[in-house]
């Protein structure tokens, strides 16, 4: 049973709307800033002068969120325009998809996979479970040692499976099927189903041994599917950071002229100075979210073909523990 703090630390840094997410880090800043900095320096801030110290703040701020729009934009645009590729290539890239599930469907036997992620994952998944209980019916007890192993493999194998099915069954968005994937070792599963099959060759039967052929073909149907959608979901990120960034950066750039073109007119309060501080950063804060939830999706879906880098069980929920 996960901890609180556990699925609190899931919810912000994987499921939660980054928009949220930026408003709560917003508040904990003016809260730190304003009622934690005001006890801490007793009132001090009352006494700074607007122009030795809230012009310099404020006009360096604005500064920097200018400049952050601008990368953002750059970074945006760089990547628009390599989506811009000749005709050939683009009927290429989705002959390539076309290709990637007609062998599917000759591998399954489906005469139609599904197009949404989630039941295309399930038609995968499905059919290796499937084999897999044929495997459990079809391989020889001659070696009860071999045996057990091969028995555990296949219980680890159909538990990773069905607790993938179950969180694929709860996918509303391409997030979720990403999320859904999280866990799913696909690695490790085809380096020990190799490493099986190696210790029994020359005891198996040919009909098993081309059901684990037929397995590692879908498990690499499997890792490759989730790095296509994974990729179709960054873009969508990445669009969206956009979106949110100029929805966030522009009313903080407001606030801050404002305060540089009328700060002989305003009050000297603390609370103003901390106020438009702490709006200002609400454009730098909404990038780190972004970048919190796409370097952790990376790392926890890093892929090293058929090597195993780290141990996968080794999580919180989904989150890596650095073993570092």
Do not use: C
């Not at 934690?36 to 007793?42: D, I, S």
């Not at 995968?124 to 040692?145: H, M, S």
């Not at 159909?158 to 179950?166: H, I, Q, S, V």
């Amino acid at each position: 049973m996960a901890s609180p703090v556990s699925r609190a630390t899931e919810w912000l840094v994987y499921r939660a709307n980054r928009l949220t997410v930026t408003t709560i880090a917003v508040v904990l800043l003016f809260v730190l800033f304003g009622p934690v900095g005001h006890l801490l320096t007793g009132g001090l801030g009352q006494t700074l002068s607007r122009h030795q110290t809230v012009v310099p703040l404020v006009t360096t701020l604005l500064s920097g969120n200018f400049l952050l729009v601008s990368i953002v934009v750059s970074v945006n645009s760089l990547f628009v325009s390599g989506e811009q590729n000749p005709l050939g290539e683009q009927f290429g890239r989705i002959h390539s998809v076309s290709q990637f599930r007609h062998r599917l469907e000759e591998v399954t036997e489906f005469d139609h996979v599904p197009g949404r992620p989630s039941a295309f994952l399930r038609v995968l998944t499905g059919d290796i479970v499937e084999r897999a209980q044929y495997l459990e019916e079809r391989i020889p007890a001659t070696d009860l040692e071999f045996r057990e192993d091969f028995d555990a493999y296949l219980d680890d194998l159909g538990a990773a499976t069905a607790d993938l099915n179950a969180k694929l069954d709860e996918a509303a968005g391409p997030l979720d099927v990403v999320l859904a994937t999280l866990a799913y070792d696909y690695e490790r599963q085809v380096n020990d189903l190799q490493r099986l099959r190696a210790e029994g060759d020359g005891d198996l039967p040919e009909s098993v041994d081309e059901t684990i052929d037929d397995m590692l073909d879908l498990l690499q149907y499997l890792a490759t599917t989730r790095e296509y959608f994974k990729t179709l979901y960054f873009r969508r990120e990445f669009a969206n950071l956009s979106r949110d960034l100029f929805l966030v950066a522009f009313p903080a750039i407001v606030a801050m002229s404002f305060v540089l073109l009328h700060i002989d007119q305003l009050p000297q309060s603390h609370w103003l100075v901390v106020g438009v501080h702490v709006v200002s950063l609400a454009p730098i804060v909404l990038l780190g979210t972004y970048i919190l939830r796409v370097v952790a999706i990376a790392k926890r879906t890093e892929s090293a073909g058929q090597f195993v880098i780290y141990d996968r069980s080794d999580t919180l929920q989904g989150i890596p523990r650095d073993a570092e």
